[in-house]
């Protein structure tokens, strides 16, 4: 469910029956002359609508405002919008924070944005894994007072841990397509334009391929929504195990 379009009850009954919260993590970058700006984002929202017909789970609005970066083109006339990484943390630790106040604890941000050295981190996804843990600690110093680690009913924590009950996955985030898929990643090229003509075809102009003139989208011409649906059917299996358990 649309999470601005909850009722009161409905989101009762989502923190009983531990929903998955998805937050759709992003950017607005430029994507070539053939491709919208919002590709990075869009990907994300548009996988997790399929996979909500699947499961139940909560969607929040999107946030489109990450840390874009001029590496790809300066913004002047290409659409990219960068906020950097010192500024999203404060924002995410308040979010996050503010969903567990409200009884959450199944809570995930989904990315796309240069996430082919995930394991690394790049300045979005750490700065929310950053905010993640803050809120949590915040939480739980709130709820259980300071020194909570360290009292008597934190005993069984490290066997807890071994099997799985860790409070710090209250709040995690995942990028969108896992290392072990066998998709092309790249930055706007047949991967991602594939993607976006599966998921949300009005995001692609194909009479603009010709108007490219970058090394990443010179792949894009060859793109397809075979393609694409192969990667968004790789993309939900993907969802199904980060998000299903």
């Known amino acids: 469910m649309r999470y601005e379009l909850m009722l009161p009850h409905q989101i009762r009954k989502a923190i009983a029956e531990n929903w998955p919260v998805v937050l759709p993590l992003g950017v607005l970058e430029y994507h070539g002359e053939h491709m919208a700006v919002g590709m990075d984002t869009l990907a994300v929202i548009k996988t997790l609508e399929l996979f909500e017909k699947e499961r139940d789970v909560v969607i929040l609005p999107p946030f489109y405002y990450g840390a874009a970066s001029y590496a790809v083109a300066p913004p002047e006339g290409s659409g990219s919008v960068q906020v950097g990484g010192k500024a999203l943390a404060p924002f995410g630790e308040e979010l996050f924070y503010s969903l567990l106040r ?13 996430t082919e050295n995930f394991a690394a981190g790049m300045p979005t996804d750490l700065a929310f894994k950053t905010a993640g843990r803050q809120a949590i600690f915040r939480f739980l110093e709130k709820e259980r007072g300071e020194g909570w680690w360290g009292s008597e009913a934190m005993a069984d924590y490290y066997a807890e841990h071994a099997e799985g009950s860790n409070f710090f996955n209250w709040v995690q985030v995942h990028p969108l397509m ?14 991602e334009t594939s993607l976006m003509m599966a998921l949300c075809p009005e995001a692609v102009d194909a009479a603009h391929f010709g108007d490219n003139k970058n090394w990443y989208t010179a792949t894009a011409k060859d793109a397809s929504v075979e393609l694409g649906k192969k990667g968004v059917a790789m993309i939900l299996d993907h969802l199904r195990t980060i998000l299903g358990r």
């Open 178 to 191: 896992s290392a072990a898929m066998k998709y092309p990643f790249d930055h706007a090229g047949i991967g």
């Open 102 to 114: 409200i009884g959450f604890r199944n809570i995930h941000a989904i990315i796309h944005h240069q």
